[in-house]
C-alpha cells in the first residue's frame, strides 16, 4: 500500500514569508508525528498526534511554528515568517497507534526546506 | 531525559566485509526499545533493526546484527558482508517502553554515515 506522503519535496523561500508543509500518513494510522533533521544533527521531534487527543507540541522550537490535524488524517506543519536557522529536512512519520509502544514507525521522504 | 550518542560522524568499509557502528545512551528507565534506522539518499528512514531491552538475545536481520550490552548502555550494529546499497546515513535511536510518559517518542543519535567502497 502507500507509504506516508510528503509535499513539497523541496522548497526555497525567502526569509520572513511563510511556509506550510503537508504529510499524508498511511491510511488507518493514528499516530503522527513531525522531525526536523538539521544539517549534522540528528532528528528533532517537533510535534506528535494522536487520535483525538490533544496533541504533544512540546518539541515546537518557537511559536512561529503550528501544526494541524485534520480529521484524523493529513497534517500541515506551517512556520511563519521564516529564518534561516528553519533550513532543514522536515520529516513525517505515522504509526497505527502510540499508546502500542512496539508500533514502528513509517517515515516519509520529508521536505528539504531552504530560505534564503 | 534520555540521549543517544553516536561517536563516529563517518565510517567506510570495502564492499563485502564487515563494519561496526557504535551507539551509547543514557537512561534512568530499565524498560525500552533500541533501533537502528537507515537513510538513504532519498531521506526516507527505514527500520533496520530493532532491540527489546528486556531481551538478552541480540536482535538479528539477515545481515544485520547488534551487539546489546544493557549495563554498560551500548548498542552497536554490525554489518556483515557489505553492499554497496548498504552506503547511507545510520541512526541509533531509543524509545521508553513504560505505560505514561512520552513513550510515543524516538530519540536519535545525530547518525553516522557509511561509505561502502566497492
Known amino acids: 500500500g502507500a507509504g506516508v506522503s510528503q509535499s513539497p519535496s523541496n522548497k526555497v523561500t525567502e526569509k520572513g514569508k511563510d511556509v506550510e508543509l503537508r504529510c499524508d500518513p498511511i491510511?488507518?494510522?493514528?499516530?503522527l508525528y513531525w522531525y526536523r533533521q538539521s544539517l549534522g544533527q540528528g532528528l528533532e521531534f517537533l510535534i506528535y498526534?494522536?487520535?483525538?487527543?490533544?496533541?504533544?507540541k512540546s518539541g515546537l522550537p518557537s511559536d512561529r511554528f503550528s501544526a494541524e490535524r485534520t480529521g484524523g488524517s493529513v497534517s500541515t506543519l506551517t512556520i511563519q515568517r521564516t529564518q534561516q536557522e528553519d533550513s532543514a529536512v522536515y520529516l513525517c512519520?505515522?504509526?497505527?497507534?502510540?499508546?502500542?509502544?512496539?508500533?514502528?514507525?513509517?517515515f516519509g521522504n520529508g521536505t528539504r526546506l531552504t530560505v534564503t | 531525559a534520555q540521549t543517544v550518542t553516536q561517536s563516529q560522524p563517518e565510517m567506510s568499509v570495502q564492499e563485502a566485509e564487515t563494519v561496526t557502528l557504535s551507539c551509547t545512551y543514557d537512561?534512568?528507565?530499565?524498560?525500552?526499545?533500541l533501533f537502528w534506522y537507515k537513510q538513504p539518499p532519498s531521506r526516507q528512514m527505514i527500520l533496520v533493526i530493532r532491540?527489546?531491552?528486556?531481551?538478552?538475545q541480540n536482535a538479528t536481520e539477515n545481515r544485520f546484527s547488534v551487539n546489546f550490552q544493557k549495563a554498560a548502555k551500548s548498542f552497536s550494529l554490525k554489518i556483515s558482508d557489505s553492499q554497496l546499497g548498504d552506503a547511507a546515513m545510520y541512526f541509533c535511536?531509543?524509545?521508553?517502553?513504560?505505560?505514561?510518559?512520552?513513550?510515543?517518542?524516538?530519540?536519535f543519535g545525530k547518525g553516522t554515515l557509511l561509505t561502502v567502497n566497492p
Open positions: 535511536a531509543y524509545r521508553s517502553r513504560n505505560s505514561g510518559g512520552s513513550n510515543y517518542k524516538l530519540t
Open positions: 537512561t534512568s528507565e530499565s524498560d525500552y526499545y
Open positions: 532491540q527489546e531491552a528486556y531481551k538478552q
Open positions: 498526534f494522536q487520535g483525538n487527543s490533544a496533541p504533544d
Open positions: 512519520a505515522s504509526s497505527r497507534t502510540g499508546a502500542m509502544r512496539n508500533s514502528p514507525l513509517h
Open positions: 491510511s488507518g494510522h493514528t499516530a
